[in-house]
């Protein structure tokens, strides 16, 4: 299996949620490939910082997944700018929930794990499956 991370997914792990971690566990041994948009990264830090977290922590808990050879961090290219561009501007969704979108698709993940309702419109349109709980 083949996702994409959303902010709330990674926020979610940090936390230690059974489900979250059992698809990173999926990862560490090779049954299922996680894709983190370099937004997500950020938008995850400023999140966790937000909560008062210590940003050693933070660094420690994406060492740890990035140390996966199936969790991978996607920097921001041109296509996949292109791709955010065109969903932000045809679907009417922010730039940051468009570059995640363009990222699942373009890397070909078969969900994003989310639970952003902002992803709605995206969703009926069948241009990206979710997985949530």
Not at 38 to 58: C, D, G, H
Request: glycine share 4%; with cysteine; proline share 2%.
């Amino acid at each position: 299996m083949k996702y994409c991370a959303d902010t709330w997914f990674i926020l979610k792990s940090f936390e230690k949620d059974a489900l979250g971690l059992d698809i990173i566990k999926e990862a560490k041994f090779g049954k299922a490939q996680v894709i983190i948009p370099i937004s997500v990264f950020a938008e995850s830090t400023k999140k966790l910082m937000q909560q008062s977290i210590p940003l050693k922590a933070i660094d420690l808990f994406f060492q740890g997944i990035e140390n996966t050879e199936d969790i991978i961090l996607v920097n921001l290219e041109k296509n996949i700018a292109q791709e955010a561009a065109k969903i932000s501007l045809s679907h009417n969704i922010a730039m940051l929930d468009a570059f995640v979108a363009a990222t699942a698709k373009i890397m070909g993940c078969e969900y994003l794990l989310t639970k952003d309702e902002d992803f709605k419109s995206l969703i009926k349109r069948r241009y990206i499956r979710v997985k949530s709980w």
